[in-house]
């Protein structure tokens, strides 16, 4: 077993031609296998795929529903994420538990612990903007809730898996060949994973600075990640974090349009909620963790 996550064993003998294919494999699985489900339901429409050329995400939960929009929003994710899996057990000829710990099993407990510590964080940030703005309603729709409550906690952890194995798991894993100090690779990495969230429409509400929340998340999933030798705490995390946007509160501007059990009508801002998200507790998540699971050499895991 390899003693750091960032180096795991077998991957010394890995080409960079291997990275570029395996990319290219991903990428595909996204961009177009994973836009054919959406296309052939939009065919499926009366007027067909010309009706609805440029249809923006307000459009296309009109034409399909909101509950059919978010699962050819996840399917991409799908089909990416076992693309890379696939990847890296023929092209890499490693494990596919190599991307996702050093630890001999994956830790569900790690996950669960972070999957619970941040929701009980989101409840009480929801708790406080019903009590403080008057602008969050409760908004339960009983015919729609439940295939919801199916995609959310079946769909989304997928999604957000792909997103971790591929941005904390593989991608950390091959910049590291090539940027000598964990910190670079954390850095970038975690720009990155800000910047393919650009295109979010949130991003074009709010504006580019929001980019800074995506950014710094990123930046806080990969230390977790270089610290723990892991993506289990991340990916909780993350899971959590998703399935709260899709399932519990929603608004008109954000990447997931739900019938979720409360809608937000304040106005859209860059929040206080998310500024003391990067400030304050995304740092004292990482001090909780070093505590509870005894992390040693952080700084030689950096620098």
Known sequence: MSDSFLHPEGAQREKPSGYFLTLAVVLFSYVLIGQLPLLIGLSMQEGGLSAYDGADLHQLTSILGKNTTL????????????????????????????????????DWKRFFTTFLIWGIILSVFLYLTTQFTGKVFWNFNS???????????????????????????????SSAKFLPKGWMVVLFTGMLFGLVHGANPEVETLGYSVLTYYIMTGVFLGLLTVFDDGIELSMGYHAINNIFSALIITNDWQAFQTDALFKDYNPPSFGWE?????????????????????????????F
């Open 71 to 106: 699962v050819y929003l996840i399917l991409p994710f799908v089909f990416a994420f076992i693309a890379l899996l696939l990847s890296v057990r023929f092209i890499h000829k490693r494990s596919f538990l190599s991307v996702f710990t050093i630890r001999k099993h994956f």
């Open 143 to 173: 015919k729609s809730f439940m295939p919801l409550l199916a995609i959310s906690l079946l769909l989304i952890p997928l999604q957000t898996t792909c997103e971790e194995l591929l941005f904390r798991g593989y991608l950390m894993q």
């Open 274 to 302: 998310s500024i003391v998200t990067i400030a304050v507790l995304q740092p004292a998540i990482i001090f909780l963790f070093s505590k509870l699971y005894n992390w040693k050499d952080i700084r030689k895991k950096l």
